[in-house]
């Protein structure tokens, strides 16, 4: 009776029996089994790349922001390392002086460093005081100086003019076609952060209509270069987020600016932050800035942009309330002594 039960398949005793290796194929059928069972209770039961979605628009429109799970639930490294700082008694001095890595920051009043460091103290408490609706757009974060240092005398994901990118070449052609940083490993201008972000030009792309009349790029309208450089800046936005083009636009109506996502008009504002950044505090900084400090290529100075603080993640520190415990950094009326 339980041989029976037990008993294999007759086609199985006979594919055995005819065949001379019969044990190998059992092995082989047994290997394939087992790693189809794994697979499958791995993808059911684990389900390692699981994804969480921010979803930025109406339902059945593709508007969503997909993230790994695995990804989200890493926090960035940096918070432990701000952790570990603590608030030093609440000496100001001595936590600019960690967050920036600079032991010696204010010890010389006649150096670089400390010119520098009052100009950044006072484009600190600008950004909380007057650019409160993209710093705190979902509640009190703020900035100070390790939003952008993280422990170092030159914070991460700053940038320099490079172009031309292709001496060999003039106008249009010198500023793409080569996959630079500043273009995103793209073959688009590598101009998009110093036109934007520091020009001020506007953004835009080219005109939707065909046989438009005027001449693109020169009558009040962009023309195709202007739509290339646009798309440039767009990967940049992306890659310094973490997020894609839907977090900002509809998808259904991508040139429509009254039907954009909230996240929007948050963006916006930090687009004219960084401008105003760049142009009132780290250009004129840049006059103080040793050979060392300034571009290889152009000798300009460090400038910033939104990685500079975001550094990949939808908010800085990924939304770390880091200026609660420093009022003196909230507004420009208040005074920091120094040394």
């Not at 030093?88 to 920051?105: E, F, H, R, S, V």
């Not at 757009?137 to 703020?142: H, I, L, M, P, T």
């Not at 910033?304 to 770390?320: D, I, N, R, S």
Request: net charge negative; glycine share 8%; proline share 6%.
């Amino acid at each position: 009776m339980l041989r029976k039960i037990f008993a294999l398949p007759d086609w199985y005793d006979d594919w055995n029996q005819k065949d001379p290796v019969r044990y190998t194929k059992a092995i082989v059928f047994a290997i394939l089994g087992v790693a189809v069972i794994s697979v499958t209770t791995i993808i059911v039961v684990i389900h390692p790349y699981g994804t969480d979605s921010l979803q930025t628009g109406p339902r059945g429109t593709g508007m969503s922001v997909p993230e790994f799970k695995f990804d989200l639930a890493k926090p960035d490294p940096d918070i432990a390392k701000l952790a570990e700082i603590g608030d030093l008694d609440g000496d100001i001095i001595k936590a600019m002086q960690a967050w920036t890595g600079i032991p010696n920051l204010f010890e010389d009043p006649d150096s670089y460093q400390y010119a520098v460091g009052a100009m950044m103290i006072a484009m600190t408490q600008n950004i909380n005081e007057n650019w409160d609706g993209h710093v705190n757009a979902n509640g009190e974060v703020g900035v100070t100086c390790y939003t952008c240092h993280r422990g170092q005398a030159v914070p991460s994901e700053i940038w320099f003019t490079i172009a031309p990118v292709t001496k060999a070449t003039a106008g249009w052609a010198s500023v793409q076609n080569r996959a630079t940083s500043l273009s995103q490993s793209t073959s688009l201008p590598s101009n998009a952060l110093e036109s934007y972000l520091l020009d001020t030009q506007t953004i835009g792309v080219h005109d939707l209509e065909s046989r438009v009349a005027g001449v693109p790029g020169q009558d009040d309208y962009p023309g195709i270069q202007h739509a290339e450089r646009t798309y440039a800046l767009m990967n940049y936005f992306s890659n310094s987020l973490g997020v894609n083009c839907v977090f900002c636009h509809n998808s259904r109506a991508f040139y429509d600016g009254g039907q954009v996502t909230p996240q929007w008009a948050t963006a916006n504002l930090g687009i004219l932050m960084v401008q105003e950044l760049n142009n009132d505090y780290i250009v004129p900084a840049g006059a103080l800035l040793p050979e060392e400090r300034l571009g290889p290529r152009n000798g300009d100075e460090p400038k910033v942009a939104c990685k500079t603080c975001h550094k990949g993640y939808q908010q800085p520190l990924q939304g770390t309330n880091v200026i609660g415990d420093w009022p003196v950094l909230q507004s420009t009326e208040e005074v920091v002594e120094l040394p």
